[in-house]
Nanobody
Framework: QVQLVESGGGLVQAGGSLRLSCAAS????????MGWFRQAPGKEREFVAA?????????????YYAVSVKGRFTISRDNAKNTVYLQMNSLKPEDTAVYYC????????????????WGQGTQVTVSS
């Protein structure tokens, strides 16, 4: 069983930055693919970014991004801290959403939005 707890959301002006964190329980964090999703009011939850399991690397893993955030957002992981991050730069009002952390041993399930584990979400609001 894996528990995920997000933090770092808040209110920021357009063009600003935020860093989201997702702390995971469990001793096999490095073997999980991790992802970030978001859901804006009245819209379906959508994929934002994912990072594959990193094996023996403390922080490695292949990364994947939605087209809408590529070049602005960066996903990373620190296996020593059981934490995955989402650095969000050049934020736009359309980035406003609840952001969810997700985990699964299968990267494909993270990518298609059907991971085994979800966090409770953290609100990000970008003002214009």
């Amino acid at each position: 069983q894996v528990q995920l707890v997000e933090s770092g959301g808040g209110l920021v002006q357009a063009g600003g930055s935020l860093r989201l964190s997702c702390a995971a329980s469990g001793r096999t964090f490095s073997s999980y693919a991790m992802g970030w999703f978001r859901q804006a009011p009245g819209k379906e939850r959508e994929f934002v970014a994912a990072i594959s399991w990193s094996g023996i690397s403390w922080s490695g893993g292949n990364t994947y991004y939605a087209v809408s955030v590529k070049g602005r957002f960066t996903i990373s992981r620190d296996n020593a801290k059981n934490t995955v991050y989402l650095q969000m730069n050049s934020l736009k009002p359309e980035d406003t959403a609840v952001y969810y952390c997700a985990a699964d041993t299968d990267l494909r399930r993270v990518g298609d939005g059907t991971p085994d584990y979800w966090g409770q979400g953290t609100q990000v609001t970008v003002s214009s």
